[in-house]
């Protein structure tokens, strides 16, 4: 499964995010695809780099001025290293997250089953098929815009979401299947990841929908194939 990690709410510190970056990272090694998005404070701005290895995001976290700059924190995402075996080559290069919808940016971990994925593609009379975390950016715009939670309700697979909106506000959901862990910090930091790398962090309750601190809104997947 892929991995992610982020901060939300104070600048963050390079050798922090570089100490969490290779918590993530060793977990997926084999990797193809590293995404670092960096939020800024200043107007309503993101910015994205994506690398092909560990060694040349851990340099940009190094050197690049954009690290310096005034952020509000910063989300890094590592792809599945089964991802290239799923998809090929070319539609490989084009789903890099995170996936975009009405300017409502979505970080995706976890699978949309692939029979429902292919009804959903054959639906829509797409040639290629659906992205699955583009799929879920239109229901978890649903859910920020609208406050409709059908979508995520019936999404037929697993799933933990970090959604960031045009303004740079923070939401997560996730369903039985995927993890997702988060906590406040001393320092008023939020940080948010797949795996519990700090003691503080707590496990995110299925179903519900975190929004900066509060539970808004809580949906019912119940999308659970393993019986966990």
Same mark, same amino acid.
């Given at each position: 499964?892929?991995?992610?990690?982020?901060?939300?709410?104070?600048?963050?510190?390079?050798?922090?995010?570089?100490?969490?970056?290779?918590?993530?990272?060793?977990?997926?090694?084999?990797?193809?695809?590293?995404?670092?998005?960096?939020?800024?404070?200043?107007?309503?701005?993101?910015?994205?780099?994506?690398?092909? +290895? =560990?060694?040349?995001?851990?340099?940009?976290? !190094?050197?690049?001025?954009?690290?310096? *700059?005034?952020?509000?924190?910063?989300? #890094?995402?590592?792809?599945?290293?089964?991802?290239?075996?799923?998809?090929?080559?070319?539609?490989?290069?084009?789903?890099?997250?995170?996936?975009?919808?009405?300017?409502?940016?979505?970080?995706?971990?976890?699978?949309?089953?692939?029979?429902?994925?292919?009804?959903?593609?054959?639906?829509?009379?797409?040639?290629?098929?659906?992205?699955?975390?583009?799929?879920?950016?239109?229901?978890?715009?649903?859910?920020?815009?609208?406050?409709?939670?059908?979508?995520?309700?019936?999404?037929?697979? +697993? =799933?933990?979401?970090?959604?960031?909106?045009? !303004?740079?506000?923070?939401?997560?959901? *996730?369903?039985?299947?995927?993890?997702? #862990?988060?906590?406040?910090?001393?320092?008023?930091?939020?940080?948010?990841?797949?795996?519990?790398?700090?003691?503080?962090?707590?496990?995110?309750?299925?179903?519900?929908?975190?929004?900066?601190?509060?539970?808004?809104?809580?949906?019912?997947?119940?999308?659970?194939?393993?019986?966990?």
């Amino acid at each position: 499964m892929c991995g992610i990690y982020g901060e939300y709410g104070l600048a963050p510190d390079p050798n922090r995010i570089k100490e969490a970056m290779n918590n993530i990272s060793f977990r997926n090694r084999g990797s193809k695809r590293y995404t670092l998005t960096l939020l800024e404070k200043r107007g309503n701005s993101t910015i994205e780099a994506t690398f092909p +290895s =560990f060694e040349e995001m851990v340099e940009f976290v !190094d050197k690049d001025p954009l690290v310096k *700059r005034p952020l509000l924190g910063f989300v #890094f995402h590592v792809q599945s290293p089964t991802a290239m075996d799923a998809y090929n080559v070319d539609l490989f290069e084009q789903r890099q997250h995170p996936a975009e919808y009405q300017g409502l940016h979505v970080w995706h971990n976890g699978m949309m089953d692939e029979k429902a994925l292919r009804g959903v593609t054959k639906d829509r009379g797409l040639d290629k098929a659906i992205w699955d975390t583009e799929l879920l950016a239109e229901h978890l715009y649903d859910v920020v815009a609208n406050g409709s939670l059908s979508g995520l309700d019936n999404f037929p697979g +697993s =799933f933990a979401l970090i959604g960031v909106t045009p !303004d740079n506000h923070l939401w997560i959901t *996730r369903n039985k299947i995927s993890p997702m #862990f988060l906590g406040e910090d001393k320092e008023g930091t939020y940080r948010f990841c797949s795996v519990k790398l700090f003691p503080f962090m707590e496990p995110l309750p299925p179903g519900h929908v975190w929004n900066e601190g509060k539970i808004v809104y809580e949906h019912d997947n119940q999308y659970n194939p393993f019986g966990l």
